[in-house]
């Protein structure tokens, strides 16, 4: 293959003209590559250089070597040097000698284009006969073979990562800008090239365009442009990124991680190093991974940003490599980066050697793998990544034990350290504390402390019914919600398995926590999966995680209670205790119902309630309980009965109370019942409820409105003066039972209007009541009586005798006098004054027929 041909300088006349002129052509030439080329291999001498140089001084001349792509695609490689004066004598003459490759096409031998620098092929002068002479190959000069460049590179070790990482972001694309060199030699300007080209993948290299001089780089269009210091200067010009070697300033510190494996790799002198990473590479970020292993096995020292691209791709490819390869590679990895601190990228060289050492482990032998499973222990340890699960044959007997001595301060240090989540770093550091036998059982109670309250740390409500179940904090790593990875993780679950001196300590630390918070404990720990049928013991905490779902599950509440107690493994009689926390698991957000409360006192007996400390539970049912639940009184009396000298103060009133209530309308309830009722309420140790009191008043009164009613119980009413009680007595009267009695007995009209006549004027309270039901409830049922009734009625008034027939007659006749006797009544009041209320009795809208 010969290499079409150029030759272009000032001639004297002939053919073609004078002048700068093409003086020697290959045949076959276009016109169109002619005119394009002229405009590309023009010479301008530096400023600085002598106007009319000698011969001597004519060698210190720069040379433009320039690779230039054109406009079809092809490549000019091209040599201009400066010759001096032409054939008339004028000064300002130069000679190119330029060689086409079209498109497609390469050097011979597919060399670089870099390498034909000052190559004997290249000519000063016109060839005699004006016929290019056949140029099959370039022989390359001394200046760009391996000795000659790394004695550059080394020269230049400072800037060569600068160089490097633009030189990439150039060759990818990323960014266009035209790389400029500045230096005094064009020579030490294709020796940055051929350092270029050296580690660029060799299709890159083969595409990438310079030219070793110019006196004007703004004019330039290649993508390397070199430049002397008398150039025209570009600084300031955003086209342009300027390598100005001729000062003394070095370059600023460089991110670029391939960048830096280059620079480290020239300036170790191995540039055959580049050979097999690069060639078959597509770009840079292909080059990286590869190029830092073998580096780092060939023994060059890394930063940690390059470590790490090492190991990563280390991790896919182990495999493909010698063992010696791998070996010498695991090793460098297992040694510290040179610059450990102050790497910004070196975060993540220790995430990357963890998982290349989890790769190989088990894979390799352990001879090989052992250095930087250690090594990836120590960062871990000290902080500098992840904690691996390294398993137990992944180190020698020799690595363990050196290991062992020099971790043992930092292991027991993280695994008591209480700033973070308990089962994050330190339930890992456990894990390697056990794995190099570095005893920690001191440590174990206070760190299964810290991890049961991290697994628990929900709020929850009270189990019984208050405001909170006081087991508060952030949610740690926990079991099965989105706190975190739990038990269901593995994690804790695996180290819970394996370790029984860890398992004793957090199920007793658990238990404890159960007993206090069953339902927190439950809410985290239910389903979770945790082994308590590992070991003995632990009822309360076996109750939550085994027995939750029992006691969450519909159906009948004391048989869930059974099935939770079951789960405990033992008796309540033998342990009290179990009988508590079944009871907050089964009712954790409100007490039971008076018949369950009053069951489970009567299945189970007082002793057992009153050591497992479930007797303030019952009561608490009692007095909670809602007025419909008609279990209470009953449950209030064999409360009284059973714990009579251990009562609260404060619970013993409301409970008598409570009791009271089943004893109105029977032979118990005695005398003054009204007054004994008042006086239970106010004589309490601390104010009877809200809701107990209503229960009691509305039963109180209830009794009022029965007959018979004894007289005294009537006055204590009127007279009391209690305005709950009288609404309660109101409240009564205007219910659907006493408006049904009234409707269809009129003995019982008579009683009420006997009842509500009495005891005029001796309490406002009693007063305004009495006028209200006369007005409001009786009048009305009065006036829709039948005929007979209203006779039935005035005959058990006349029965009464003291004049109530006369009065009712008075306070039920129309008119004038009717009005009068009102007044006595209540008729006379202003009926509308009060709101109605929803049960008040009203005439039927077909004038009272029934």
Known sequence: MSLAQLHYTSAPPGPDGSGFRFTAVSPGVPTTLLREAEQLIGYEPPRDLPDRPDAEQLKSFPRAFACTELSDGGRLLSRSVYTGADYSGRWGN??????????????????????????????????????????????????????????????????????????????????????????????????????????????????????????????????????????????HDHRFRVHDHTGRSAAEPVTDVWADVCARVWAAGRPELFRDTARAARDTADVVGPLAATALA??????????????????????????????????????????????????????????????????????????????????????????PAPAAGSLTPEVRAALARDLAPALRHGIADATGPATGRPLALLHIADLLDVDCTDLLPEFAGRTARELVSEREPSEAGGTGDGLT????????????????????????????????????????????????????????????QLDPGFPHLRMCVLGAAAGRSGGDRRARLRAVLHTAGVSPHAEPAVLHTAFRLVWPDEPPTGEEASLLLNEL??????????????????????????????????????????????HRAPLLLLEFTALLGTDGEGENWVERVRTLRDGAVEPV???????????????????????????????????????????????????????????????????????????????ATRTALLAKVLRPVVRALPAED?????????????????????????????????????????EDGRAPWPGDVRPPADGGGR
């Open 473 to 532: 904090g952030e949610a740690g790593d926990g079991l099965t919600g989105e706190a975190g990875d739990g038990l269901a993780g593995g994690a804790l679950l695996d180290a819970v398995h394996g370790h029984p001196a860890l398992r004793a300590a957090l199920f007793g630390a658990l238990d404890a926590l159960a007993a206090a918070h069953p339902a927190a404990v439950a809410g985290r720990l239910a389903g979770s999966g945790l082994p308590v």
């Open 790 to 830: 209203r006779a039935a009625v005035e005959e058990a008034l006349r029965r009464t005798g003291r004049g109530r027939l006369d009065a009712y007659r008075a306070w039920n006749r129309p008119g004038a006098l009717g009005r009068l006797a009102g007044r006595l009544t209540g008729r006379g009041r202003r």
């Open 298 to 387: 060939e023994g060059i020292a890394l930063r940690p940003a390059a470590r790490a691209a090492a190991a990563r791709w280390a991790t896919e490819h182990a495999f493909d490599l010698p063992e010696p390869a791998l070996t010498a590679l695991l090793g460098a990895l297992a040694q510290g980066a040179e610059d450990e601190v102050g790497d910004g990228a070196a975060d993540d060289e220790p995430a990357a050697l963890a998982a290349l050492s989890a790769r190989l482990d088990g894979q390799v032998p352990t001879v090989v793998s052992a250095p930087l499973a250690a090594r990836v222990l120590t960062m871990a340890v000290s902080g500098r990544g992840p904690v």
């Open 605 to 650: 007996g007082s002793d057992a309630h009153r050591l497992a400390g479930t007797r303030d539970l019952l009561v608490a049912a009692a007095l909670a309980a809602p007025a419909e639940d008609a279990a209470v009184p009953s449950l209030a009396a064999d409360l009284l009965r059973c714990f009579t000298a251990e009562l609260a103060p404060a």
């Open 689 to 767: 409820s809200e809701q107990v009191t209503r229960r009691v008043y509305d039963a109180v009164a209830r009794r009022l409105l029965t007959v018979p009613v004894p007289e005294s119980e009537l006055y204590a009413l009127a007279r009391s003066g209690d305005t709950a009680l009288l609404a309660a007595y109101e409240r009564a009267a205007r219910g659907a039972t006493v408006a049904e009695r009234l409707r269809t007995a009129p003995s019982y009209v008579a009683a009420r209007f006997c009842d509500w006549s009495a005891y005029q004027d001796t309490d406002p309270g009693w007063e």
């Open 94 to 235: 130069f000679h190119a000698h330029a060689v086409h490759l079209p498109p497609g096409t390469r050097l011979p031998d597919g060399a670089l284009p870099i390498t034909a620098w000052e190559s004997p092929r290249w000519a000063d002068a016109t060839p005699p006969d004006g016929r290019p002479w056949p140029i099959d190959r370039f022989e390359p000069s001394e200046l760009v073979r391996r000795d000659g460049l790394v004695a550059f590179a080394r020269s230049r070790a400072d800037r060569l990562a600068a160089f490097f990482a633009d030189l990439r972001t150039l060759a990818e694309g990323s960014d266009v800008r035209q790389i400029v060199l500045v230096e005094r030699d064009s020579a030490d300007v294709a020796q940055w090239i051929a350092l270029a080209c050296t580690v660029l993948p060799r299709e890159q290299a083969h595409r990438l365009t310079f030219t070793t001089y110019t006196r004007r780089p703004q004019q330039a269009r290649q993508q390397i442009v070199g430049a002397l210091p008398s150039s025209e200067p570009v600084g």
